[in-house]
């Protein structure tokens, strides 16, 4: 492959590429990236890749991110009971004490390996 520019990076119509591709940071705003996605609370939800960015870089492949469609986008998976029961269950775990099993009230720090009671008794 010949070496990539900027300007050989845009194919919108994938003629090129084979699907529709664009100069890093050149994309149109209706196509998000996975993480771009995410940071607006979103995820791709099952929709095929819609185009890709490639940015090129010196004697190596060209860096790639593929792009999804805004409008096919579906929100993050909600919180369900069970989601906040388990994420509730990790937490109570972490505050408890291995020393004396008590529920600290707080997250038992690493640096203790247990509650400052069991940590400092004499205190
Ligand atoms: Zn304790």
Redesign the pocket.
Known sequence: MSRLTLAGCFDPDGERFGIPTYPWRYAPDDLATRRQLRIRGLRPGGQDIAAQILRPRRRREPLTAYLYRVDLARPVRPMTPARWAALAKANAARRR?P??G?D?GYVIPPTLG??V??AYPEE
């Open positions: 004490c020393e004396c008590q600290a247990a509650c009671t069991c």
